[in-house]
């Protein structure tokens, strides 16, 4: 581990090599973007111009041109309303406040999950089947029960929204909770045994070795798990009845699909950035935190 | 990143599976536990009935409901089975035609992780749209999106993780890239097709439900749950859930056991 060489490593690196490569990187963004936006454009056109219905029918209620959903957003969805795009953002902070306080809890209780597990193969055994066969339970089934369930314990502030942050964490604490077992378990064993020869306790062992070593793994789950929160508080949202969030509009605008049918994709368009705008949030705090990670997990 | 895909499996339960039974009976006795809590705890707190019913009702119902139940079941597995096959081959195959391309590669790989964070089961209405609500066709198309990007990004993973000096030793005896892709990518790239594919696998499951929740057939399981729960039949919409889950474990547990039969040569492999 070259801990001294790997923390002046960045100190001495110039500004302008990541500068350079970040604006590579959004170049290559807007091309791709652009190319994805050209090849919808295109095969909405040979779709249309052939009259092909294979392997759907392809019009302007199927596939709405993309300046029509982006024009959408300044358009007021209903008479005497703010724009779209107004509300859609007064949603999406709605949902994200869902999304982040479930992946909150959910990494937090993944995380000692993950602790507690690493210190004891009996439980271990006994709940990580379990922990894995939690998953594929569809949570969209549960979501009804578990939002009549818990509702009515929340306090009044939280209630409603409270529910469905609890789904959005439920999705959340699997990948911590996994990740951060596999994480814990491969410190280096020599280091391990340095440790108790030292007559480390078992929590010293566990943030001084453990928990760094562990990092990259948390960060990778953390990467998914902000996704997940996100997918979960729309998920969450559906059952709940819900108007204030992404999900509720989702299933507003998808009942007037026919009529209107970018108001829906842009919805969808606003939920896939929020998703993105929560991946990146992730990938950010691990830059900053695993800075120092000397093996960044690949 | 290891991490678009997390792998479900501790390590080494795996190569347990087929180990003393003495491995499984913490599990089991977690299971009778918790089951004998459950049961417990409704008869302790008077909880009521339509909120969580009891374990053995939910068993029974499973039983009594099973014409119906199975049926809406295998109806909503076949949707889930032919998205992951469609999607899992799709991605595979994107991901074989960008490894080719170095550079093509390098500029996707960032995209088709943000791509990865896009809640895409937003996006089940408009399948639903696409193609008809009532026909299979939709719940498929959601759930082959959904293990697409997975699927595609760790063999693509895969694929460029094969080590540069077995290159070099394949190059060096005038292998073909043909022969070097088949005898060291492939052999490279299995194990994490197959995180992928785990992963996937539980995915197809739940898009094919959660697509069903904006409308399906009267036979699906997904419409069965939602319209039981609307009903407050709890145990009946337990029942249904409790039949998508088995039938979502018996999916993953079947990839699991093409895993095995498969990646004999990479037994530290199965541990990742």
Not at chain 1, 105 to 120: M, Q
């Amino acid at each position: 581990m070259s801990s001294a060489a790997a923390a002046t490593l960045p100190t001495r690196r110039t500004f302008t090599a990541p500068l350079a490569a970040g604006t590579k990187r959004a170049a290559a963004v807007v091309c791709v973007l652009a190319a994805l936006v050209g090849l919808y454009e295109l095969y909405h056109w040979v779709w249309v111009s052939t009259g092909w219905t294979h392997p759907f029918v392809v019009d302007d209620t199927t596939m709405p041109h993309i300046w029509v959903i982006l024009h959408a957003l300044w358009q007021p969805a209903q008479v005497n309303q703010p724009a779209l795009g107004t509300i859609l953002f007064h949603k999406s902070l709605f949902t994200a406040k869902e999304a982040a306080v479930g992946f909150g809890l959910g990494a937090v209780i993944g995380f000692a999950i993950g602790v507690v597990l690493v210190h004891s193969r009996l439980l271990t055994r006994g709940f990580l089947p379990y922990i894995v066969a939690s998953q594929t339970i569809p949570i969209l089934a549960i979501a009804p029960m578990v939002v009549i369930w818990v509702n009515p314990k929340l306090p009044a502030g939280v209630q409603g929204w409270g529910s469905v942050a609890v789904i959005a964490a439920y999705l959340t604490f699997f990948p911590v909770a996994i990740n951060t077992l596999r994480g814990l378990q491969s410190a280096d064993p020599r280091a391990l045994e340095l440790m108790r020869t030292y007559a480390a306790s078992r929590w010293t062992v566990l943030w001084k070795l453990r928990v760094p070593t562990s990092l990259p793994y948390v960060f990778a789950a953390l990467k998914i798990a902000a996704t997940a929160s996100v997918v979960g508080a729309i998920i969450g949202e559906l059952p709940s009845g819900l108007q204030d969030g992404l999900g509720g509009a989702i299933l507003n605008f998808n009942q007037y699909y026919s009529i209107e049918p970018q108001e829906l994709w842009a919805t969808n368009i606003v939920a896939a950035l929020l998703g993105i705008i929560f991946f990146v949030g992730v990938v950010a705090a691990e830059k900053a935190i695993v800075r120092r990670a000397p093996e960044t997990v690949e | 990143m290891s991490g678009i895909v997390v792998t479900g499996i501790s390590p080494g339960m795996g190569r347990r599976l087929g180990q003393q039974a003495r491995e499984w009976l913490p599990a089991l006795v977690v299971f009778a536990l918790a089951i004998a809590a459950w049961e417990g705890a409704i008869a302790a707190f008077h909880i009521q009935q339509f909120l969580l019913p009891k374990p053995s009702d939910i068993v029974k119902s499973c039983w009594e409901q099973r014409h119906t139940l199975w049926p809406a079941g295998w109806y909503t597995f076949k949707e889930a089975l032919g998205g992951f096959v469609i999607g899992s081959l799709a991605g595979m195959a994107a991901a074989t035609l960008i490894g080719r391309f170095k550079t093509l590669g390098a500029a996707l790989m960032p995209i088709a992780i943000a791509a990865n964070a896009i809640p895409i089961i937003a996006f089940a209405p408009i399948f639903n749209q696409w193609f008809d609500p009532l026909s299979p066709n939709s719940k498929m198309a959601i759930a082959a999106v959904l293990c697409f990007l997975p699927v595609m990004v760790n063999t693509l993973r895969g694929l460029q993780s094969a080590s540069p000096r077995q290159v070099e030793l394949m190059r060096s005896y005038a292998a073909s890239s043909f022969t070097i892709w088949r005898r060291v990518r492939v052999p490279t790239a299995l194990p994490y097709v197959f995180t992928a594919l785990k992963v996937a696998s539980v995915l197809a499951m739940i898009g094919a439900v959660v697509g069903e929740y904006f409308g399906g057939s009267y036979d699906a399981l997904g419409v069965l749950i939602r319209s039981k729960a609307q009903i407050l039949d709890f145990t009946t919409a337990w029942a249904g859930i409790l039949v998508a889950s088995l039938l979502g474990i018996a999916l993953y547990a079947a990839v699991v056991a093409c895993e095995r039969l498969v990646v004999r040569w990479a037994p530290e492999a199965r541990d990742s």
